[in-house]
């Protein structure tokens, strides 16, 4: 697709882009609400004279809980300013052998276990029932784009795997786990839905950096607490913001 307009979406750890060279910010209202944050239009890092625009999807003081967030009111935001492909940076935690923290992935399934969001802007006023394809959820073009940005910077990424949406803001029992295990999960999280399938609807590509921020509830001796989620982060984030310089360069 040329013509490209990026936005990145950035989560836990990442209210901010700090290598983003913001030129405007935007107060964009939907029909649907006012989205978490303004909209930061810039440049990452001058690589590029490509426009990045940034939201922050717990908001700019990162007090918006994952099951609290207007994620209606973001995606359409996104898409009244004409942007065509996401770039999601989602907290996680790992599942699988391989998702110890710090460590980054890119989910290319998705399962979704929230139960109360508001999940589909085709509701009402609709002159037919509409039924997105979502059997692949990621775009595997944008996927491939991450992963060569990664080698070309030396970033170690997990390419795939299946991403657990719970409903939050509680932690996982360990029980949940196990059955998240069982279920072919390696990762998961609170904010990978209803996001993903809203930016489908509106076909937008949509693609998921995740950040492994602990070990899921009962995988290691250590109680999760937010200052382990945020420790990890911040090494998570900084190659993050690499990452996201190295391929948006690309376009
Ligand atoms: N579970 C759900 N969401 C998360 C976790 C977790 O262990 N870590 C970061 N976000």
Not at 151 to 172: C, F, H, M, S, W
Not at 173 to 199: N, S
């Given at each position: 697709m040329?013509?490209?307009?990026?936005?990145?979406?950035?989560?836990?750890g990442?209210?901010?882009?700090e290598?983003?060279?913001?030129?405007?910010?935007?107060?964009?209202?939907?029909?649907?609400?006012?989205?978490?944050?303004?909209?930061?239009?810039?440049?990452?890092?001058?690589?590029?004279?490509?426009?990045?625009?940034?939201?922050?999807?717990?908001?700019?003081?990162?007090?918006?809980?994952p099951?609290?967030?207007?994620?209606r009111?973001?995606?359409?935001?996104?898409k009244?300013?004409?942007?065509?492909?996401?770039?999601?940076?989602?907290?996680?935690?790992?599942i699988?052998?391989?998702?110890?923290?710090?460590?980054?992935?890119?989910?290319d399934?998705?399962?979704?276990?929230?139960?109360?969001?508001?999940?589909?802007?085709?509701?009402?006023?609709?002159?037919?029932?509409?039924?997105?394809d979502?059997?692949?959820?990621?775009?595997?073009?944008?996927?491939?784009?991450?992963?060569?940005?990664?080698?070309?910077?030396?970033?170690?990424i997990i390419?795939?795997?299946?991403?657990?949406?719970?409903?939050?803001?509680?932690?996982?029992?360990?029980?949940?786990i196990?059955?998240?295990k069982?279920?072919?999960?390696?990762?998961?999280?609170?904010?990978?839905?209803p996001?993903?399938a809203?930016?489908?609807?509106?076909?937008?590509?949509?693609?998921?950096?995740c950040v492994?921020?602990?070990?899921?509830?009962?995988?290691s001796?250590?109680?999760?607490?937010?200052e382990?989620?945020?420790?990890?982060?911040?090494?998570?984030m900084?190659?993050?913001?690499?990452?996201?310089?190295?391929?948006?360069?690309?376009f």
């Amino acid at each position: 697709m040329n013509n490209r307009k990026f936005a990145v979406i950035g989560g836990t750890g990442l209210t901010r882009l700090e290598n983003l060279e913001i030129v405007r910010r935007e107060i964009v209202m939907t029909p649907y609400g006012e989205p978490s944050s303004s909209l930061a239009f810039g440049n990452i890092d001058h690589v590029t004279d490509q426009e990045v625009v940034f939201m922050a999807r717990h908001g700019h003081a990162h007090n918006i809980p994952p099951h609290m967030v207007n994620y209606r009111a973001n995606i359409k935001a996104l898409k009244e300013i004409g942007v065509t492909s996401i770039f999601a940076i989602n907290a996680v935690g790992g599942i699988r052998e391989d998702m110890c923290p710090g460590t980054l992935a890119v989910p290319d399934q998705i399962i979704d276990y929230t139960s109360r969001r508001i999940n589909s802007f085709f509701e009402s006023n609709l002159s037919h029932v509409t039924h997105i394809d979502f059997s692949y959820p990621y775009s595997a073009e944008l996927s491939e784009k991450i992963y060569k940005a990664a080698e070309q910077v030396n970033i170690d990424i997990i390419k795939g795997g299946t991403y657990a949406a719970t409903e939050g803001p509680r932690l996982e029992t360990a029980a949940e786990i196990q059955r998240l295990k069982r279920d072919g999960c390696d990762m998961v999280g609170m904010t990978g839905m209803p996001e993903a399938a809203l930016a489908r609807e509106l076909q937008m590509e949509y693609v998921s950096i995740c950040v492994n921020a602990n070990w899921a509830a009962g995988l290691s001796d250590e109680l999760i607490s937010m200052e382990i989620i945020d420790q990890n982060l911040v090494d998570g984030m900084a190659k993050v913001r690499q990452l996201l310089a190295q391929m948006i360069a690309q376009f």
